[in-house]
């Protein structure tokens, strides 16, 4: 095992070891069962791999067993050669797994309709490596941010989308996804309801943003109206999209106290504030592949070292 500095500096991809190692992440689900870890940590050391990162969770409701491996290979092996390898140890226990190459870079479709301040949160992250992704696109049904985004660098896509058109817009957007190669798409406050038949499709690759005063406050205006009820705290919920709206599987949430003394535009401004940072943490998971759907709900690993690091500070 790794830690430190070292470890940090090995998740980064820069090791004092010599250039050909490689780094990865291996991600397993299964039965629960013994002798698990005992097998996957044998496999890494038979192949000489050093663990750099290791999370584990035993779900006893549902008999279902998660871990995620942060590794590198002293020997520079490629990810077919430790896939082929590590097969049949899957199989003995019909696990669901995949190797990442940790320093690829997830491609990530942002959407966005009026509101901003996710958007331009996450181009930030973006620009000074905080949030390694290959943006590939930016979908809107609004053409305000068609300028930040092509200053950006970054293709720019209007769909606009009405009741009439709805099915060819969503083929658009598929088509646009596609591609591109798209490996996740972000609703960065896309005020728009995906069909059934999207959220199928792209199960587990779409994330969502949106205020946790839910199912309370529906509707248009929410803080406005939290703020007529005197709501003392406010937050953001980001979850996976499934057919049921906005009860997906949660992957991210927070809070930030109100006090009777703040005003509406309070509200909004405090919650543009905390929905940015909810979004973006939810993504670095997903991105970093910490996340595992576990029916309704989620198992989220803690982040491994170095991983938030950015490549520059501004």
């Known amino acids: 095992m790794l830690g430190g500095k070292i470890g940090e500096n090995l998740l980064k991809g820069h090791n004092g070891y010599g250039d050909g190692m490689k780094n990865y992440v291996l991600t397993v689900s299964c039965k629960t069962t013994r002798g698990i870890v005992a097998a996957i940590s044998s496999f890494l050391a038979d192949?000489?791999?050093?663990?750099v990162d290791s999370s584990q969770f035993d779900d006893l409701d549902t008999n279902k067993f998660f871990m995620r491996v942060?590794?590198?290979s002293e020997e520079g092996l490629s990810r077919p050669e430790l896939s082929t390898s590590f097969q049949t140890t899957a199989d003995a226990f019909d696990m669901k797994w995949e190797i990442f190459d940790a320093q690829e870079r997830m491609k990530v479709l942002l959407m966005v309709s009026r509101f901003g301040h996710c958007l331009n949160d996450l181009l930030y992250r973006w620009k000074i490596g905080a949030l390694p992704i290959d943006i590939v696109g930016v979908v809107s049904n609004h053409f305000d941010y068609q300028k930040l985004v092509v200053n950006?660098?970054?293709?720019?896509?209007?769909?606009?989308?009405?009741?009439?058109?709805?099915?060819?817009?969503?083929?658009?957007m598929m088509a646009i996804a596609e591609s591109t190669g798209a490996e996740l798409i972000v609703?960065?406050?896309?005020?728009?309801?995906?069909?059934?038949?999207?959220c199928q499709k792209m199960s587990g690759r779409i994330i969502n943003i949106h205020h946790s005063f839910l199912p309370s406050f529906k509707g248009a205006n929410p803080y406005k109206q939290a703020y007529l009820r005197g709501v003392k705290l406010i937050g953001a919920t980001a979850h996976y999209v499934t057919a049921d709206l906005d009860e997906g599987p949660i992957i991210e949430q927070d809070t930030v106290r109100i006090t009777h003394a703040q005003s509406a535009e309070d509200y909004v401004s405090l919650g543009r504030d905390v929905e940015a940072q909810v979004l973006a943490r939810a993504i670095h998971a997903h991105i970093h592949h910490r996340t595992f759907i576990n029916g309704n709900r989620?198992?989220?690993?803690?982040?491994?070292?170095?991983s938030y690091a950015s490549e520059r500070m501004g």
């Open 298 to 306: 989620t198992v989220v690993f803690p982040p491994s070292p170095g």
């Open 187 to 198: 609703l960065a406050r896309y005020m728009q309801i995906l069909s059934d038949a999207m």
């Open 70 to 72: 942060s590794f590198i």
């Open 47 to 51: 192949k000489s791999c050093n663990i």
């Open 152 to 172: 950006h660098d970054i293709p720019f896509h209007h769909i606009s989308v009405t009741k009439a058109n709805k099915p060819e817009a969503e083929a658009r």
